[in-house]
């Protein structure tokens, strides 16, 4: 840049422009190592309850929702899609699915030890 010159005109904001859903939209196209999507049977209100800000975008899709989102790891979207409390299917990537099932089997042997009243400390 060789000059700038300050205007004066002024840039005015529509009413219409909703700045969250235009940054949870631009977050969600952040280029990241893994494009998800997954169908989640939820209404697209519950999903947007549910799904913490930022985390990517839904849309409405029959019987449910598409949820989309970009990551770069896929543990804390396993995660996050076991504590919603609902039906989905992962539509892509394959890897996802993979990441679940190594998540149900890592929570399952979590629970494997039976609890033994004296193995655990009291104050």
């Known amino acids: ?16 422009f909703d700045f969250t859903t235009y940054l949870e939209a631009s977050l969600a196209a952040f ?3 893994w494009q998800v999507e997954v169908w989640l049977d939820l209404t697209p209100e519950v999903a947007i ?5 930022g985390y990517g975008t ?4 029959a ?13 804390p979207i396993a995660l996050l899609l076991a504590g919603l409390g609902c039906r989905f299917s992962v539509i892509d ?6 990441e679940i ?9 979590m629970t494997a030890l039976p609890w033994q009243e004296n193995s655990v400390a009291t104050t």
């Not at 099932?101 to 042997?109: G, H, I, V, W």
């Open 63 to 75: 019987e449910g929702v598409i949820f989309r989102s970009r990551h770069d790891e896929l543990r």
């Open 101 to 109: 099932e190594t998540l149900a089997e890592s929570l399952k042997a």
């Open 58 to 61: 839904v849309e409405a899709a």
């Open 1 to 16: 840049m060789v000059d700038a010159t300050l205007a004066n005109n002024r840039f005015e904001i529509p009413s219409s």
């Open 93 to 98: 990537p394959p890897e996802l699915q993979t």
């Open 49 to 53: 309850e549910r799904i913490p800000d």
């Open 31 to 33: 280029p990241a190592r």
